[in-house]
């Protein structure tokens, strides 16, 4: 069936450095990919997509670049900071005509001062 | 102050007993849907709705049943067919081909 892998499961860096977390996607019909941030106990929050006619979409400091042909797509924090410490989730929306979203396992960024 | 409403906040089983979960939104959102969140483990979906009185299973329906049959709410019951229902359940509503809005979640556990 359709699925996202996600990659690593745990990132740590250090405040300023750079964070990339990556996404493979199983379903090549899919054409929404959000990222989700969920800091501990909370809801998840939508921080920024992309969709499958545009190769890179940046917002500030948070950039997602997308391969189609690979089908994988990818989250890049720059210049990070302890409040970007969070679970990261990357997802896929598959085709069929619903607007069902497939999630990846997440990754734990830890950004040490 | 629109938004996606869940409770209870934290809900505790006894072995054998039905709980329901609430889901309520005034955002006008069309569809709404039910994950299941395990720790190290990403979001997997239970069941989604895109209409009134239309749902669909999910990848993880087994032990859960929903009703939609008002726009604003879509309640989860975990039934006691769910073996092991110990997790955080997110519910999510969304207009068109957007990104989704999630509600705060309900830790369930059982005792």
């Known amino acids: 069936g359709e699925n996202v892998e996600q990659h690593p499961s745990t990132l740590s860096v250090q405040e300023g450095d750079s964070a990339v977390i990556k996404c493979t996607y199983s379903d090549s019909a899919s054409n929404y990919f959000p990222w989700y941030k969920q800091e501990l106990g909370k809801r998840p929050q939508l921080i920024i997509d992309i969709r499958s006619n545009v190769g890179e979409k940046k917002d500030q400091r948070i950039a997602v670049t997308l391969n189609k042909t690979a089908k994988h797509f990818s989250l890049h924090i720059t210049e990070t900071q302890p409040e970007d410490s969070a679970v990261y989730f990357c997802?896929?929306?598959?085709?069929?005509?619903?607007?069902?979203?497939?999630f990846g396992a997440g990754t734990r960024l830890a950004v040490h001062p | 102050d629109g938004g996606i409403t869940q409770s209870p906040k934290y809900l505790f089983r006894k072995e054998g007993q039905n709980v329901t979960l609430s889901c309520e939104q005034n955002?006008?959102?069309?569809?709404m849907y039910w994950y299941r969140q395990d720790p190290g483990q990403g979001l997997r979906l239970i069941y989604y709705?895109?209409?009134?009185?239309?749902?669909q299973k999910g990848d993880i329906a087994e032990g859960y049943s929903v009703s939609r049959e008002k726009k604003e709410s879509f309640p989860l019951t975990v039934t006691s067919a769910q073996k092991n229902p110990t997790a955080f359940y997110l519910c999510?509503?969304?207009?068109?081909?957007?990104?989704?809005?999630f509600g705060s979640g309900t830790r369930l556990t059982v005792v």
């Open positions: 997802a896929a929306r598959t085709s069929g005509g619903y607007n069902k979203l497939i």
């Open positions: 955002l006008n959102h069309d569809a």
């Open positions: 999510a509503s969304s207009v068109g081909p957007d990104g989704y809005t």
């Open positions: 709705s895109q209409i009134v009185n239309d749902f």
